[in-house]
Nanobody, 123 residues
Framework: QVQLVESGGGLVRPGGSLTLSCAAS??????????LGWYRQTPGNQRELVAT???????KYGNSVAGRFTISREGGADTVRLQMSRLEPEDTAVYYC???????????????WGQGTQVTVAS
């Protein structure tokens, strides 16, 4: 029901900035996006929260990125942007867009993941 298209990954130097975008499209208009966000994962580690924003505008940030990253919506509620600043080598990871979407008012809840985009922070 939902497709996620990610963009913006790439190589950036330490201390620099990078912006990721994720556009969600729903094939059935009876479904709607509840929450959009970003998670990241490095080899051998668990996927961890970066930031999320829900339909109401509530924000959630991972402890390691709070104060450096900002998540917001643009072009409607189906597109989310992650502005990353003061990037460090530890931020290097594959970043995945995640959508929580629902039918009606909580009739059912589902999750969809993007394919992932590489972010590399190095000199």
């Amino acid at each position: 029901q939902v497709q996620l298209v990610e963009s913006g990954g790439g190589l950036v130097r330490p201390g620099g900035s990078l912006t990721l975008s994720c556009a969600a499209s729903i094939s059935d208009t009876q479904y709607s996006i509840n929450t959009l966000g970003w998670y990241r994962q490095t080899p051998g580690n668990q996927r961890e929260l970066v930031a999320t924003i829900n339909w109401k505008g509530d924000l959630k940030y991972g402890n390691s990125v709070a104060g450096r990253f900002t998540i917001s919506r643009e072009g409607g509620a189906d597109t989310v942007r992650l502005q990353m600043s003061r990037l460090e080598p530890e931020d290097t990871a594959v970043y995945y867009c995640k959508a929580l979407y629902e039918r009606g008012f909580g009739i059912s809840m589902h999750a969809a993941w993007g394919q992932g985009t590489q972010v590399t922070v190095a000199s």
